[in-house]
């Protein structure tokens, strides 16, 4: 079973992707509703928290295309994920050392600069794995979900009952578990790189190129990376809007969960039966969606409405998620997925998310939940471009497996 372009490994990659997965979003799971309370714990306010926030996605603009190429090149994924989660590891612990804005920035930098493109990464090995061992991608994926679920409830108890201050242990502890979980993924077998033939394809610089020279493929970016980044107000304010108004860490947590809960649903029973629908419109369809949510959290509503918006996360993140995913595996050869992912980590998970972090914090000392209303407005530009996706592209590879070599 191959899990870099060039080799094979044993039979396990579905248990261990999946655990790989769960330590991996057990991390995130902590993170994304948390971080932000840690950092107004030690006397941030909105706007240095903002930007503390986006750095992972700043850096992920100028670091993540050089490690998704790199791996490409290199073809042993295992290796450079075991690299990326150890350094993760060792930042996070500094943070531990450090206090005040600058010092706490510069080690989140450094963290950022080893976690960017871990998921990109391990989304590269997933997809390969459907592509040649019908590795059940939805499946595997829920695992992270799942562990989401786990890491918010139990990080929203411990804050409940030591303070903000336990979100840096709980997340040394995953990191830990998370390098351990890279180390257990299968090893390559053989050696060798990329440049070794790949179903018909063979990587090289070239192919780099062209795949950035193509048209489709930056409206795909674009589209993809608009959906993904109007996520950028609840992923980094949405616990202290909730906070304000006056719900408790358990609630908060629980909110968060029932999000990833629907996105579970998604991915574990339509997530392969997705597969055979044009990805272009599920990313569409996730655009609309992501409209509908955030307008509706941007009216301050009744508890009843945050839990249906949260619901509707299965289709704002999770369908537009497939969609991006599908979509690479779809449309760009096998020896550039890697480089694909990073690409679109890039630009969703950088430029626009890390854009719309940027403008968050001003945002919520302005008009707290109403900022909102801005990210149905970035949602609602996606939603123009994922419709000229859809136009322009035919479902086949967008270039020949040929041209990467």
């Not at 409830?153 to 979100?167: F, K, P, Q, R, T």
């Not at 020279?213 to 992923?235: E, P, S, T």
């Not at 997705?274 to 307008?295: H, K, Q, T, Y």
Request: proline residues 3%.
């Amino acid at each position: 079973m191959k899990i870099g372009p060039s080799q094979t490994i044993d039979d396990g990659l579905q248990f261990k992707l999946s655990l790989f997965y769960f330590m991996l979003f057990l991390s995130i799971g902590c993170y994304l509703p948390y971080f932000s309370l840690w950092l107004k714990a030690r006397g941030l306010d909105g706007d240095e928290s903002s930007i503390i926030l986006a750095a992972p996605m700043i850096i992920r603009i100028f670091f993540t295309p050089i490690v998704s190429i790199w791996a490409d090149f290199e073809g042993d994924y295992r290796k450079i994920l075991i690299i990326l989660t150890g350094g993760s590891l060792i930042a996070i612990v500094g943070l531990g050392f450090v206090d005040g804005f600058w010092p706490i920035l510069i080690v989140a930098s450094l963290n950022a600069i080893f976690g960017s493109s871990i998921i990109p990464l391990t989304e590269t090995m997933a997809m390969i794995g459907v592509r040649v061992s019908q590795l059940r991608y939805g499946r595997a994926r829920s695992f992270g979900s799942f562990s989401f679920i786990v890491g918010s409830l139990l990080a929203g108890v411990l804050v409940d009952y030591a303070g903000s201050e336990i979100v840096l242990p709980f997340l040394m502890v995953a990191g830990l578990g998370m390098v351990l979980a890279a180390i257990n993924l299968p090893r390559p077998q053989g050696r060798g790189r990329v440049r070794q033939a790949v179903a018909g394809g063979r990587f090289s610089f070239n192919g780099v190129r062209a795949l950035l020279k193509h048209r489709l493929f930056w409206v795909f970016l674009i589209g993809a990376g608009l959906g993904q980044g109007c996520h950028a107000f609840y992923y980094g304010f949405s616990s202290r809007i909730w906070q304000d108004f006056g719900y408790a860490g358990w609630l908060i947590g629980s909110l968060w969960t029932l999000g990833v809960i629907s996105e579970i649903l998604l991915f574990l029973f339509l997530g392969d039966w997705l597969r055979r629908f044009n990805p272009s419109l599920l990313i569409l369809c996730g655009a609309i969606a992501a409209i509908f949510r955030w307008v509706i959290m941007g009216f301050d509503p009744h508890l009843v409405f945050v839990i249906f918006a949260q619901i509707l996360h299965a289709f704002s993140f999770g369908l537009a998620h497939l969609g991006t995913i599908y979509f690479i595996n779809k449309a760009v050869p096998e020896s550039l997925a890697a480089t694909a992912q990073g690409m679109g980590a890039t630009m969703s998970a950088g430029i626009f998310m890390g854009g719309a972090v940027l403008i968050s914090g001003p945002l919520y000392d302005a008009v707290s939940s109403h900022g909102y209303f801005v990210m149905a407005g970035i949602a609602g530009a996606g939603l123009l471009i994922s419709l000229l996706l859809y136009r322009l592209w035919d479902g086949e590879l967008m270039m020949d497996e040929g041209k990467g070599s």
